[in-house]
């Protein structure tokens, strides 16, 4: 079956993607989706330690949601080369006493000028700290005074279970400061990047996401970020109850790296991957790239990854979610069978390409 997937893009026309059963995958590894769906704070924490309702949340994090807008380069709006500047939007939350925002990379994609409206109504020019096109993630400095910036508390996302409440504050639509809430509907879903690969460990909300919710806050009921709402799946193009978001142990990793002034470096092993047939369980390799770590290992296509330094890999998510945990330069010892024999190589990981 056919799905179409939408990202939640600000006020622009929404980036339309599709992705069926079977389709070819390319792990942190190299590119694509698995046919899935389709992201230590300093200052003073907005969140308090106690749960409560859905307005005790608003209450708690409103003040540190933001409606971001931002002013395309000529030729990058949904008019494609050549066209006039245009303006898209998000949202997005504060981070820390410094000025930093989280955003989705999508949002701010091709910005010339951005400017970031608290609940207050007061706006503040903003630039680019930095992107990471391969989580949807991105980092902003709004030029605010330090009165102006509550922060809120990253929570740890592998705590959350399915059916636990959340919450969803952000600008669908330009309506800005508006409130959803709903559960959690599933875990550890994939989505596709912006870059074309792929974001493991999603996770999957009913609450209502439209456009302009990108870069917004999942929130628990004590008013910490669980994720970063940046996709939904959708027939209609709104919001039909399915809402994906980069989940906030991702989010810790790569804005703090962005916030340090790095360049964020994933993993890389260079295959396509298809799930295989039948009960077989592992990653089975569909393409190696030429001149990839894969490559120069051996690996070819056909093989089925089954471990990954010893502990075993029952899925093309699972071996991509073990890639994605190790860093370039690491060396890992790959599982796999060849017609029907079993082997073990060392692969050095590389740096995965732009």
């Not at 709402?229 to 109850?241: A, F, H, L, P, V």
């Not at 690491?330 to 796999?336: I, K, T």
Request: charged share 15%; no cysteine.
């Amino acid at each position: 079956m056919r799905r179409t997937v939408v990202k939640t893009a600000a006020g622009a026309s929404a980036v339309v993607l599709a992705a069926g059963a079977g389709a070819a995958t390319y792990a942190a590894l190299e590119d694509s989706p698995s046919g899935g769906a389709q992201i230590a704070v300093a200052g003073s924490p907005a969140a308090s330690t106690s749960g409560g309702t859905v307005s005790d949340v608003y209450d708690r994090a409103n003040a540190s949601v933001v409606e971001i807008t931002v002013t395309l380069n000529a030729g990058s709006g949904p008019a494609g080369p050549g066209a006039g500047a245009s303006q898209a939007q998000g949202s997005g939350f504060v981070y820390d006493k410094n000025g930093h925002v989280v955003t989705n990379a999508h949002v701010v994609d091709g910005a010339s000028s951005i400017q970031v409206r608290f609940a207050n109504g007061k706006t503040y020019d903003a630039t680019v700290v930095g992107t990471d096109p391969s989580t949807d993630l991105a980092v902003i400095d709004v030029d605010a005074p330090s009165s102006a910036l509550t922060p809120l508390t990253l929570a740890d996302s592998s705590a959350l279970e399915v059916g636990q409440e959340v919450v969803a504050i952000g600008s669908p639509f330009g309506l800005e400061n508006t409130v959803t809430s709903g559960i959690v509907s599933a875990l550890d879903r994939s989505m596709q990047a912006p870059n074309g690969y792929t974001i493991n460990g999603a996770i999957q909300t009913d609450a209502a996401i439209n456009h302009g919710n990108s870069g917004g806050p999942l929130l628990d009921l004590e008013g910490r970020v669980v994720g970063v709402n940046s996709q939904i799946e959708s027939d209609s193009g709104g919001s039909d109850g399915v809402g994906f978001a980069v989940p906030s142990n991702t989010v810790k990793s790569i804005v703090s790296q962005l916030v340090a002034g790095g360049t964020v470096e994933h993993a890389y092993l260079g295959v396509g991957l298809t799930q295989p047939q039948g009960d077989v369980a592992g990653a089975q390799v569909s393409e190696v790239r030429s001149g990839a770590p894969a490559a120069s290992a051996g690996l070819q296509a056909g093989d089925v990854i089954t471990s990954v330094d010893g502990k075993s890999v029952g899925s093309v998510q699972e071996l991509q979610s073990a890639i994605d945990t190790r860093k370039p330069g690491d060396s890992v010892r790959l599982g796999y069978v060849r017609d029907g024999a079993t082997h073990t190589v060392t692969v050095k990981l590389g740096t995965r390409p732009s």
